[in-house]
């Protein structure tokens, strides 16, 4: 059964997890507003993916929450009142239906539980797991292995929400974009013809060596004759400067996301792992070279619209979907003058390319 929109004015969106996948829950909010024009959408997400929502304009409202049912460090204390105080502000957010967007290994029966309490009589989501009448629509799941961005359409038009194959997409006001020119201009001279190194992600799995990433750099500078701009948050810093040691110029702590999106927006190529800035950089289809660790599917996160090479070596234990590598990161063991080789194949011809016998 699909519920009845018409008596639907006001939509909660969770998606409470990473900046990446945020991003990528853009396709599907922006067919919910396109199905329901005039209704009022809150966005709920973590911390981390609060600093993407300003640029995702088909939202209203944006809730913050750090949730127990997505802390996977166990760090939040016990402390039951915190969750009585969120189903109480739930319950003062008077919505008509709440979506629960979630990678195939979530589950959507804990957030659809505190919002049965706090009285939103619509709760939809997908999961092969049993959860009683947690959800009030059920929308049987794809293939574990269907990209994120599918995966989050799939729940919509599990319940009548078709969409067109919207493409990633991100909105850079004007003044932050005149920002991130403004900076880019004080430290490499220019605000385009420059290539971007992000060296972070979430998770130690994803990350290829800041060693191996600290030779790509000056060998990039020295074939393209283009300035290297490393890329990362105020904690990556010193990671970035580790990156930026041989060549190049860390920017880390010096934007926020929103300016960081605006400089990928300008670069000639991305060079990141598989992380938040790869699918920023997907939103403005800019070519890149992704060192894509065997922890996931590459069906699963993959770039959608970019020209791009994925480079990782081939290991039996993937994907094995964990934090830390317990195999010496072998999947990564990739030698810069690949890295390079890929990067410079991409700029000549700006189509995908084969590298060194990666999977592109």
Excluded at 132 to 160: C, E, F, K, T, Y
Excluded at 328 to 342: N, R, W
Aim: charged share 15%.
């Amino acid at each position: 059964m699909q519920p009845d929109w018409s008596n639907v004015r006001r939509i909660l969106a969770m998606r409470l997890d990473n900046i990446g996948d945020v991003v990528m829950l853009g396709p599907a909010l922006r067919a919910l507003r396109d199905a329901l024009p005039e209704m009022h959408l809150t966005l709920m997400v973590s911390p981390a993916g609060a600093q993407i929502a300003p640029l995702l304009p088909w939202i209203d409202e944006c809730l913050v929450e750090r949730v127990l049912w997505q802390d996977a460090s166990a760090r939040l204390p016990f402390a039951p009142e915190r969750e009585h105080s969120r189903i109480a502000a739930l319950a003062g957010g008077h919505f008509d239906a709440a979506f629960f967007f979630t990678s195939f290994s979530q589950s959507p029966h804990p957030p659809a539980f505190a919002c049965y309490l706090a009285g939103i009589p619509v709760r939809i989501g997908q999961s092969k797991e049993f959860g009683g009448g947690m959800l009030s629509h059920a929308v049987l799941p794809p293939a574990d292995s269907l990209h994120q961005v599918d995966r989050n359409l799939h729940l919509l038009a599990g319940v009548g929400i078709k969409s067109a194959a919207h493409p990633l997409e991100l909105h850079v006001p004007e003044p932050v974009q005149a920002q991130a020119d403004a900076l880019l201009t004080a430290t490499v001279g220019r605000s385009d013809e420059f290539i971007a190194l992000a060296p972070g992600a979430s998770c130690a799995a994803r990350r290829y060596s800041a060693t191996r990433f600290a030779q790509v750099v000056p060998l990039l500078e020295a074939h393209t004759r283009m300035p290297v701009v490393v890329l990362g948050s105020a904690a990556e810093q010193a990671l970035c400067e580790q990156v930026s040691s041989l060549g190049g110029v860390s920017l880390a702590g010096r934007t926020n996301l929103a300016q960081m999106a605006a400089i990928l927006r300008r670069a000639q190529l991305v060079i990141a792992n598989n992380s938040g800035p790869l699918h920023i950089a997907d939103a403005f289809a800019r070519p890149m070279v992704i060192l894509y660790s065997g922890s996931e599917l590459e069906s699963q996160w993959r770039p959608r619209s970019s020209p791009a090479c994925l480079l990782r070596v081939p290991t039996a234990c993937s994907p094995c979907y964990r934090f830390d590598c317990h195999e010496q990161l072998e999947c990564l063991e990739i030698d810069p003058q690949a890295v390079v080789g890929a990067a410079l194949e991409l700029l000549s011809s700006g189509t995908l390319v084969t590298a060194g016998g990666k999977r592109c």
